[in-house]
């Protein structure tokens, strides 16, 4: 099997091998482990990246970073990491700019970039050169190789790694530190099912041990259910910035879904008490709004009619971000089916 097969029991997350907190972190427990923006404004020439947004990333729970292409997310963690300067406004990490930090690694993790890396050394060594820099414990590489499940093929070069490999270093080089701070870009980027289960399960658990944890991701699906909090932008401007059930209650409808071989009635009993009522599929389905399931079992049981289906339809984060997005997107493709 060659190294860069991505096969997952080559490297299978670190089963059983979490993050653990070493001496050095001091930073979980001092109350300053957030990223703070303040009107954080990016322009190149006449163009604006990045237009005066503000949020805070607080620690002990996951904060997704949501947008379309071309919203400013890398933008805006660039600054956050002191890799691009703000035209005006500010980022702080810690409470002061990431620039400031006498020992970055031990203070922030980040994976930005998970193929920034020469393709000629070994995992293992780019690690150990990350540790000495930053006056890390040697023993250190080894326990994070071990968390992401990379021990096997550390001392192969990292030329020969598979996509997914790469973001297993890269998550590597994030926790290097033991940081109380973590910003991670699309970090399932080639991960297969597994790996992507792992991501988030390690996203969690950093946040449950008191760290902040910053997480970009174009999955929605899997944002559903790893981010207890959202940042939405859209043309480098704020849209959302809210817990994610709230996100996806104010920006996605759900509805009744109802089967009834009596639905032509109770249709017309619904549309008499105010609800909108379509009709939803095949004969005798109904898709109803403005009522819960309660109301509609309720009305049907007064009148005697029959149900073979009450469901509640709750909408996905993928239809919220959609909806508020909708104007936002710097490239719009045309509808599936419309191109002949």
């Not at 059983?16 to 979980?28: E, K, V, Y």
């Not at 998970?114 to 070994?122: I, K, L, N």
């Not at 029959?306 to 490239?331: G, K, N």
Request: charged letters at 20%.
């Amino acid at each position: 099997m060659g190294v860069g097969s991505g096969h997952s029991r080559m490297y299978r997350g670190g089963a059983g091998r979490q993050p653990r907190r070493h001496d050095h972190t001091h930073a979980l427990s001092d109350g300053n482990a957030v990223i703070v923006a303040r009107e954080l404004t990016k322009t190149y020439g006449a163009r604006t990246a990045v237009d005066g947004i503000s949020f805070t990333v607080e620690p002990g729970r996951v904060t997704g970073f949501l947008g379309p292409n071309g919203a400013g997310k890398s933008t805006t963690m660039r600054m956050v990491l002191g890799l691009d300067r703000p035209t005006s406004g500010s980022v702080t990490v810690n409470g002061h700019r990431y620039a400031d930090s006498p020992a970055p690694l031990r203070e922030v993790g980040a994976l930005l970039e998970a193929r920034a890396v020469h393709p000629g050394r070994s995992a293992r060594n780019h690690l150990r050169w990350l540790a000495a820099s930053n006056a890390l414990p040697a023993a250190r590489v080894d326990e994070v190789l071990g968390i992401v499940g990379l021990e096997s093929v550390a001392d192969q070069r990292v030329g020969r790694f598979s996509l997914g490999m790469g973001q297993r270093l890269g998550i590597a080089v994030a926790l290097l530190g033991d940081p109380a701070v973590v910003v991670l870009d699309e970090p399932v980027n080639g991960l297969d099912p597994e790996g992507i289960r792992w991501v988030r399960t390690l996203a969690r658990q950093l946040a449950d041990e008191g760290r902040t944890v910053f997480v970009s991701s174009h999955l929605m699906a899997e944002m559903a259910l790893t981010a207890e909090h959202l940042v939405v932008i859209g043309r480098g401007r704020v849209l959302a910035d809210c817990t994610t059930a709230e996100f996806i209650a104010r920006h996605a409808a759900s509805h009744v879904r109802v089967r009834s071989p009596q639905a032509g009635e109770l249709a017309a009993l619904l549309r008499r008490s105010g609800p909108d009522v379509s009709v939803d599929g095949g004969p005798g389905e109904l898709r109803v709004r403005g009522i819960d399931t309660t109301g509609v079992g309720d009305l049907a049981g007064a009148h005697g009619l029959t149900l073979h289906e009450l469901t509640l339809v709750q909408s996905s984060l993928e239809d919220a971000f959609m909806t508020l997005t909708a104007d936002s997107v710097e490239y719009g493709a045309a509808p599936a089916g419309a191109v002949r």
